[in-house]
């Protein structure tokens, strides 16, 4: 993880040095704490006891997984994947068939969600995912399957699963 850091600040042009490593986790968890969705632990504890549920985060660090742990929200997932872990991004669709085979689902069988329609949207095409965007404030133009919040996220997939 420290050569994530070391990275960030030499782009940042900050030196290296004992309290700025100590002070970036907590940073992270900040950030990252604010910006989760109003009803996520309802609808994770709902969604974990009916379906097989995955994280893909477009990170270069471990802290997605980090604050999931700390947070208690890690034990909804069956398998959490950093951009980090495998050195790929998305939309590229290796990270989505990596997740599907860690879950032993098929892309047919997939529903992923995301609030990217470029990332997570063309991701989950690409990989043959049935995709499902939140809408965001960025207003980005998407013409598939869409809520409005996390919290719709389980009747919608009830939906989802009837059609097909």
């Known amino acids: 993880l420290e050569d994530v850091y070391d990275h960030a600040l030499g782009r940042l042009g900050l030196l290296r040095d004992e309290e700025t490593l100590e002070m970036i986790p907590g940073l992270f968890k900040e950030r990252y ?3 989760f969705y109003p009803c996520t632990e309802e609808v994770l504890e709902e969604l974990a006891g009916r379906y097989k549920v995955a994280l893909i985060s477009n990170t ?4 997605p997984r980090v604050l999931l742990e700390e947070t208690g929200l890690d034990r909804h997932f069956e398998v959490i994947v950093c951009s980090r872990d495998l050195g790929i991004r998305k939309p ?4 989505f068939e990596h997740v599907l085979e860690r879950l032993g689902v098929e892309p047919d069988e997939a529903v992923h969600v995301g609030d990217s329609v470029e990332a997570d949207m063309e991701g989950a095409i690409n990989a043959g995912i049935t995709p499902v965007w939140i809408k965001g404030p960025k207003g980005e133009p998407w013409h598939g399957y869409a809520i409005s919040s996390i919290c719709e996220l389980p009747r919608f997939l009830e939906k989802i699963k009837a059609q097909h």
């Not at 590229?92 to 990270?95: A, F, G, V």
């Open 33 to 35: 704490v604010s910006t």
């Open 60 to 63: 270069i660090s471990d802290q």
């Open 92 to 95: 590229n669709p290796k990270l």
